[in-house]
Nanobody, 122 residues
């Protein structure tokens, strides 16, 4: 079992930055694929980015602004979010699992955090 806890969300003005953290306990993150998803108000959960031991990938809407990094020693994955826009307002979730090629879908991820709210004001 893996327990995931996100932190770092908050209220920020457009153009600002936030760094989200996803801390894992229960087992090592290092061999798992870790994805970030978000759920804007009234919308479905959507893919933000993913990190495995061999690659990272991002949604087009965040490419060039968001970056995922890992600290395997601390069993923590980070989502650095720069140049934030009001459209980035959402609850952000980290997820982990042995995912395979369907990493853009939330379905294959077996472990989820509770989510952290990010609000970007205009």
């Amino acid at each position: 079992q893996v327990q995931l806890v996100e932190s770092g969300g908050g209220l920020v003005q457009a153009g600002g930055s936030l760094r989200l953290s996803c801390a894992a306990s229960g087992r090592s993150f290092s061999t798992l694929t870790v994805g970030w998803f978000r759920q804007p108000p009234g919308k479905e959960r959507e893919f933000v980015g993913v990190s495995s031991f061999s690659f990272t990938s991002y949604a087009d809407s965040v490419k060039g602004r968001f970056a995922i990094s890992r600290d395997n020693a601390k069993n923590t994955v980070f989502l650095q979010m720069n140049s934030l826009k009001p459209d980035d307002t959402a609850i952000y979730y980290c997820a982990a699992g042995n995912v395979g090629p369907a990493f853009r879908s939330p379905t294959p991820y077996g472990y989820w955090g509770q989510g952290t709210q990010v609000t970007v004001s205009s």
